[in-house]
């Protein structure tokens, strides 16, 4: 009873809206656009806290390479950075990310108008999506790509075409080839996540030629850090071509729960993109210490060395083992198991998360990236015995 006396759902319609609901017609989904019915939410890597919780173990005695975070941690300096712009969180971040925008322009010799910030890299293909794509649309992408490209376009209504991708690389003459009237954005990761694979220079300039103006490409750059002579993309956003270069603070800097990445473009590509974000979609905590962590060249050179050294001996040990494995420029390998759902579990029994491809359509293989070199022994030490014992 309210205090006006009424019965709570005295009103007939209330009653026929309810009871139509219940049968499923005249379901909220009805209203919402058809498309969203079709998106899968993202499956991110297992938390510590979460496995700790259902499994009983304690979070110390857990390791995590399911994410390709960085095993050093933060760099020191963004911590201290942080700790500084703890106090002044009562503020609105400064939105148009001045001293950040500046620092990344520097850095790569563009200007402040050539940089975008982003709520992580993420946020920035959703940008991309926002400002160009509608329904009847297509993107292209690589058939074993980073699977955020395909989420974001079927978020807008576009449809993905997926282009196959022998030996798990992309094949940038096939996907030049696939372009169409329709095509309004092609994604490039490099190297690409799950597979750990690079395109060269050469085949990215033969690709550049071939590309007409109404398609943006977006080359995700999350792992350039890790290679030794990426190739340059940023001449493309200097010749003004229409091309966005993603990158982020979440891998080599150690810093994904800041959620800042950015995104380089010619200034009037960036403009557009500036106009679909959030006032204040890089928070201030984050922007500091995204600024300290990107000039501490010596954190990103320590995780460099550890994440190659690390990576050499695994690929070394999974080939002793005679396991097959994608050969990576990146801080992770892809490495077939058998059944990898089976070895996912049974590692994470064992208190070792890593990353089951199912996703991916990669039922046999899964995805581990490189820990401390402590950590990498004790994943082998826990997967040797599950082999040819967890079967297909
Ligand atoms: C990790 C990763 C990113 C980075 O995402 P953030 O939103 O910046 O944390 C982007 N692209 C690829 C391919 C990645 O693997």
Redesign the pocket.
């Known amino acids: 009873m309210e205090a006006g006396g009424r019965m709570e759902g005295d009103n007939p319609l209330e009653f026929v809206w309810g009871l139509a609901s219940l049968l499923g017609f005249m379901s909220i989904w009805n209203s919402a656009h058809p498309w969203l019915r079709e998106l899968v939410s993202y499956e991110p890597g297992k938390p510590i806290e979460d496995v700790a919780r259902e499994l009983g173990l304690q979070p110390h005695e857990i390791i995590k390479l399911a994410?390709?975070e960085n095993p050093l941690g933060p760099s020191p300096k963004a911590v201290a950075a942080m700790r500084e712009a703890v106090e002044r969180a009562h503020f609105y971040p400064d939105g148009g990310g001045y001293y950040l925008r500046e620092g990344i322009a520097e850095k790569f010799g563009l200007k402040r108008e050539n940089v975008i910030l982003?709520?992580?890299?993420?946020?920035i293909?959703e940008f991309v999506g926002k400002a160009f794509l509608k329904p009847g649309d297509e993107i292209i992408t690589a058939r074993h790509a980073?699977v955020?490209y395909k989420l974001m376009a079927t978020l807008f209504g576009a449809r993905t075409v997926e282009v196959e991708d022998p030996g798990f690389t992309h094949d940038l003459d096939a996907m030049a080839a696939a372009i169409t009237p329709q095509t309004r954005e092609v994604f490039i990761?490099n190297p690409?996540?799950p597979t750990g694979t690079m395109v060269s220079q050469e085949e990215i300039d033969r690709f550049m030629e071939k590309v007409p103006p109404h398609v943006v490409v977006v080359f995700?750059e999350?792992?350039y850090e890790f290679v030794e002579n990426p190739p340059d993309t940023l001449k493309y956003v200097r010749e003004g071509r229409n091309v966005v270069v993603?990158r982020?603070?979440?891998?080599i800097q150690g810093l994904?729960s800041l959620?800042?990445?950015y995104g380089l473009g010619p200034a009037d590509l960036v403009s557009v993109l500036q106009k679909t974000r959030q006032p204040f979609n890089a928070n201030g905590i984050g922007q500091a210490g995204a600024l300290a962590g990107l000039l501490d060249e010596e954190h990103q050179a320590k995780t460099r060395a550890l994440t190659i050294e690390g990576r050499d001996w695994m690929q070394g040990e999974f080939g002793a083992l005679g396991l097959e494995y994608v050969p990576s420029w990146a801080n992770f390998v892809l490495v077939k198991v058998g059944d990898g759902k089976a070895v996912f579990n049974a590692l994470m029994k064992k208190g070792v998360i890593v990353r089951d491809m199912a996703a991916y359509g990669l039922p046999e293989w899964i995805r581990v990236s490189i820990g401390t070199m402590e950590q990498n022994r004790r994943f082998l030490d826990e997967l040797r015995p599950l082999l040819g014992t967890v079967s297909a």
């Open positions: 994410s390709n982003g709520c992580g890299s993420n946020e293909i980073f955020v990761a690409n996540n995700d999350a792992y993603l982020t603070f979440s891998k994904a959620r800042i990445g």
